[in-house]
């Protein structure tokens, strides 16, 4: 089978599976002839593909790679000492049907068939199995999944840094300290451990919020959110004044992403685009956190991070974006750094100290795009999640740095049967459905992909034929209409390097991440490798 670069070959190839399948279904298999035909159509893909591989995978292929997988494996050694530094990897809502699809989409990237290929954390020696449910919820969220993974509580779906004792959206529960869970963050500044967040979101949003931030209600990012529930801001800080005024927020080295409009007042306009800020209250956060930092640096484009004089700074914000940034392939119009430079930024300058460093990076316009029913934007944003993994494995050691990668939950996207090998993971699969129409590899149980008459329309399924599916703007079909398509309850995958990752070894309530987090680098309330491995002398 041709390996396909441009969307113009996908095309050709999607249509000439199509003509095949229906020449062969006129050729009389109207009534009980199904299997025959669909077998024949498979027999002559399956040897178009095999005649176009690099390798033959014939046994002795097969049996050279399991038995080089074995000894890789036999001869892995654990790392049993204490980590300096840990990198936390999270791609918001990447499921393990989006690491499938994702490795396969970096594959034909590169012109290979593609399921050969692997994610730079496919690598790692210890992967396990996250149980994503919350105390409330069959199905999480990222705000409850941010609190268990972070500060190693479980909570309620909507809820950040607090237990399941405060009730969602009541700022009264939210004040009382006896509900508030700390972060790993907050473990890490107080064994003096530099700090910092990476995100594509904004840095109020749910994921980064769980490194900092308390509150009854995850939209409440400033105080004009605030406003439409009846909260008094006086009383009840917002997610944004908790990032720059309270601890341990003011105290991160490093905080890069989007959301420069939850900072500003309506009175200030946008660098970039001239629109007004959201908060109500007057405040000018972004202004404060410059005051509060007067060796650090406010950046807001791609060109000041990349010339940012990183020994000469203590600590950088940058805002890239009023709102969250841009998705990478409808970014080419915006001055926007890569999730790659800004985590290469930020291990550069958390490494600076001597005492190490705990980092948050999150992926997290993976899940946006999912909910936008656009699962080629979504695999892009795994792309270059992965990308951003790639450069933290070369700027660190495995010897004192933990990199854990995960994802908060799940997404309704599948990988539908029975495309052949090297089939572009965007295109169709190649032969008819029942009703002698194609259908898309990548599908949704739900989301606009219905709505929007890719889905079931009029009690039939919309004729894919001469739709190119792999176009940015294309959406994958869904089975139930939702403007917005939902997350997915099944387990997510986690992917450990470094000190201590062998404890990731099994299926795992998700807090537990963040007790294995403490114990490596010896910080937190609970059981530290430190104490433990000082006992055993």
């Known amino acids: ?191 003096n451990k530099a700090t910092g967040i990476v995100t594509t979101t904004r840095v109020t949003h749910a994921t980064p919020a769980g490194t900092y931030a308390h509150v009854a209600n995850r939209d409440w990012e400033d105080d004009y959110a605030q406003s439409f529930d009846g909260v008094d801001s006086t009383i009840c800080d917002d997610i944004a004044e908790q990032l720059v005024l309270s601890s341990p927020g003011k105290n991160f080295k490093v905080i890069l992403g989007g959301g420069r409009a939850y900072f500003t007042p309506r009175t200030m306009t946008d660098i970039e685009t001239g629109a007004a800020g959201r908060r109500r209250d007057g405040q000018d956060l972004i202004g404060q956190w410059v005051s509060d930092h007067p060796t650090g640096k406010y950046i807001t484009s791609r060109d000041e991070l990349v010339n940012l004089d990183v020994a000469g700074t203590d600590s950088v914000m940058g805002l890239f974006s009023p709102a969250h940034m841009e998705y990478f392939l409808e970014s080419s119009a ?125 009690g039939s399924r919309v004729d894919l034929t001469d739709v190119d599916t792999t176009a940015d703007s294309f959406l994958q079909p869904a089975l139930v209409p939702l403007a917005s398509e939902s997350h997915g309850g099944d387990d997510v995958a986690i992917f450990a390097l470094g000190p201590q990752a062998y404890l990731f070894q099994g299926v795992y309530e998700q807090n537990y991440i963040a007790h294995v987090m403490g114990y490596a680098a010896c910080i937190g309330p609970g059981v530290k490798f430190c104490d433990v491995s000082r006992k055993s002398y």
């Open 334 to 458: 915006a001055n926007n750094p890569t999730l790659e430079e800004m985590t290469r930024t930020a291990i550069q300058m958390l490494q600076k100290d001597a005492n190490g460093y705990v980092l948050l990076v999150e992926g997290g316009r993976i899940d946006q795009a999912h909910h936008d029913g656009r699962a080629k934007l979504a695999l892009e944003e795994a792309f270059q999640f992965d990308l951003a993994v790639s450069a933290a494995l070369n700027l660190t050691n495995p010897a004192d740095t933990l990199i854990i990668v995960t994802a908060d939950h799940s997404h309704t996207m599948t990988i539908n049967g029975y495309p052949v090998r090297g089939n572009d993971i965007l295109g169709l699969v190649g032969y008819l459905a029942s009703d002698l129409k194609p259908y898309s590899t990548l599908s949704y149980a739900n989301g606009p992909g219905s709505i929007n008459g890719y889905g079931v329309a009029g």
């Open 1 to 191: 089978m041709a390996q396909f670069v441009d969307s113009e070959a996908r095309m050709m190839y999607s249509s000439k599976m199509i003509l095949l399948a229906v020449v062969l279904a006129l050729l009389g298999v109207a009534h009980g002839d199904g299997q025959h035909r669909d077998n024949t159509a498979r027999a002559a893909a399956r040897a178009a593909a095999k005649s176009n591989r690099a390798v033959t995978e014939d046994a002795a292929y097969w049996n050279q790679l399991g038995q080089q997988l074995l000894l890789d494996e036999l001869g892995k050694q654990r790392i049993n000492s204490q980590a300096k530094n840990i990198i936390f990897f999270l791609g918001d809502g990447m499921s393990i049907s989006t690491v499938t699809a994702a490795r396969i989409y970096k594959g034909q990237k590169a012109g290979k068939t593609g399921e050969e290929e692997q994610l730079t954390f496919d690598r790692f020696p210890y992967t396990a199995l996250s149980r994503t449910y919350c105390t409330d919820a069959q199905v999480a969220d990222s705000a409850c999944t941010a609190t268990a993974y972070l500060t190693g509580v479980k909570t309620d779906t909507d809820t950040i840094g607090i237990d399941a004792n405060v009730e969602f959206n009541n700022c009264t529960t939210q004040l009382d300290p006896a509900f508030h869970v700390d972060s790993v963050m907050a473990w890490a500044q107080a064994a």
